[in-house]
């Protein structure tokens, strides 16, 4: 499966944007689907993971009540909401897919990654 991120941006504390996460090549719904984040000179760290039907999600504890993680299987295609933006959520955001069957805060257990979406938040 191929995944293309995009919706990122320039955004300003406390505001919003939102990304997408475009599937081809297979139907997501086989997927466990989850966003990391890296920002310059740190690891790559869990936002937030999806179960495949769309009624499980788990955040990270940096987003918890600000980000919302969604998915339409239909139009093969994940979201990240993201609201009351802070400057510390600078990074490239990336999707990624695995074909586990537990939702994973690991990058090394997706199997398949999006090239990132660059968000800046200005303070």
């Known amino acids: 499966v191929q995944l293309q991120a995009c919706g990122g941006g320039l955004g300003q504390a406390g505001g919003s944007l939102r990304l997408s996460c475009a599937a081809s090549g297979r139907t997501i719904s086989s997927y466990i689907m989850g966003w990391f984040r890296q920002a310059p000179g740190k690891e790559r760290e869990f936002v937030a993971v999806i179960s495949r039907s769309g009624d499980y999600t788990y955040y990270a504890d940096s987003v918890k009540g600000r980000f919302t993680i969604s998915r339409d299987n239909a139009k093969n295609t994940v979201y990240l909401q993201m609201n009351s933006l802070k400057p510390e959520d600078t990074a490239v955001y990336h999707c990624?897919?695995?074909?586990?069957?537990?939702?994973?805060?690991?990058?090394?257990?997706?199997?398949?990654w999006g090239q990132g979406t660059q968000v800046t938040v200005s303070s």
């Open positions: 990624a897919a695995t074909r586990g069957s537990y939702y994973s805060t690991r990058p090394y257990d997706y199997d398949y």
